[in-house]
């Protein structure tokens, strides 16, 4: 994706990023004060879930005393998405790069939700001169930000030849495999594919439709990612119109709900009709999460898939692991449970932070070689928020698990139908 947009001064980005203090008495011992910082979308559709992913945070972060070895922690809320896109946006991206390198007292960042956002930002923390700076994500997905994909990936993130980027989900080779394998133990013969032209989306397509081929299904869409959609359109009709006569009885969405998918979802059900009198819609985790996808007719009965293992799994699966208590201390908190899944895996990001800030000198290189060198950043089951070990390898920054889930939409709310290995 080209980022396409100038740069926002390192001042304006400043002013538009919100800080939490998390900490009393911080003055008193400032050598020993550290900051780590969340980058998420905090407008349009996904701002519910990643304010529900900050609360969770600050939570978290309350638990342990705001403490962690001899270093007391503080939070600084980034917002990557601006109100004209309602979504992230890549030239904010580009200025919370900026601002993030320019407040000295940060150490990491938690972050970011959309993948083409951390490639702007990844490549600019990885130059610091003080770094290179440390970001864990919770949920970007995209193959090429740790192993080679597209064209120079991933060597061109990280232009000082280190690593300084990992993340604790599974990525879009495993997630749209499983998508197309589920399917495909569904009787899903024939299929279309979707997506919304952006990095995220291309990518988790190209994975589905690659994998479906190779199971033996229909790939009626042409090309490696399938039929693009222009976020702008008003109407999606005549597209499916045109898909009408080839009969799928599946159609995948490879994109994100901001990008126009309310109205892909109405124009779908209006022309092929709902998830029972027409082709099925399956989405992938960009679509979790979000109330107003959940709230359309169109929705009801539709598959899911999320790279990891939803809050009802966690707890089924782990029932007397960290998350179960958790969450419920969570709706004691806030009045309500987590829109999305992805709160607790943000825990699980910043539990990685804050396992090598634990093992560091304070100091922005050495938080980010306790995570890719020597023995690495484990972090045990019995304190992990995902009740499992959790290791990110030294080489890629890839967390070894495998888990998936598949859920359906049902009654406005996502169900989880059972888990998935991924391969």
Not at 3 to 20: E, Y
Not at 86 to 93: K, L, Y
Request: net charge positive.
């Amino acid at each position: 994706m080209t980022k396409g947009k100038r740069f926002l001064s390192v001042i304006a980005a400043c002013a538009m990023a919100t800080t939490t203090l998390v900490s009393s008495g911080i003055a008193a011992h400032a050598d020993n004060v550290l900051t780590i910082a969340t980058d998420l979308p905090l407008q349009g559709a996904p701002a519910a879930a990643n304010n529900d992913t900050n609360s969770a945070i600050e939570l978290y972060l309350k638990s342990i005393n705001y403490t962690v070895g001899k270093y007391t922690v503080q939070l600084k809320k980034y917002d990557d998405a601006t109100a004209a896109a309602g979504s992230w946006d890549p030239a904010q991206c580009a200025s919370n790069a900026q601002a993030h390198v320019a407040n000295t007292g940060e150490v990491a960042v938690m972050g970011t939700y959309n993948s083409g956002c951390a490639k702007i930002i990844v490549p600019v923390l990885n130059q610091d001169p003080s770094g290179p700076m440390l970001m864990v994500s919770h949920a970007n997905t995209n193959v090429g930000l740790t192993q080679p994909y597209g064209p120079g990936e991933p060597a061109k993130y990280y232009p000082t030849g280190k690593r300084n980027y990992a993340r604790v989900c599974i990525n879009d080779n495993m997630q749209g495999s499983a998508a197309a394998q589920f399917a495909y133990s569904k009787g899903i013969k024939y299929v279309y594919v979707m997506n919304d032209t952006q990095t995220y989306g291309q990518g988790v397509a190209a994975s589905f439709t690659a994998a479906a081929k190779k199971l033996g299904m229909k790939v009626l869409s042409s090309g490696p990612n399938g039929q693009g959609w222009d976020a702008k359109q008003t109407s999606y009709k005549a597209l499916f119109t045109k898909i009408k006569p080839l009969h799928p009885q599946l159609i995948y969405f490879g994109g994100i709900f901001d990008n126009n998918g309310g109205q892909l979802v109405k124009d779908k059900t209006a022309v092929l009709g709902d998830n029972n009198h027409g082709p099925r819609i399956m989405v992938p985790d960009g679509f979790e999460g979000y109330p107003e996808f959940l709230k359309l007719k169109g929705a009801q009965d539709s598959w899911m898939t999320f790279p990891g293992l939803s809050a009802d799994l966690l707890v089924a699966k782990y029932p007397k692991g960290p998350a179960a208590k958790f969450l419920s201390d969570f709706q004691a908190a806030y009045g309500h449970a987590p829109i999305s899944a992805y709160s607790i895996y943000g825990v699980a990001a910043v539990q990685v932070i804050l396992a090598a800030i634990a093992k560091s000198d304070g100091s922005r290189a050495s938080v980010t070689s306790q995570v890719f060198s020597g023995a690495g950043i484990q972090i045990p089951a019995s304190t992990s928020i995902l009740g499992r070990e959790i290791t990110i390898s030294t080489k890629t920054g890839d967390t070894d698990a495998k888990d998936l889930t598949i859920l359906t939409v049902t009654d406005n709310r996502e169900v989880t139908l059972q888990s998935w290995s991924a391969k």
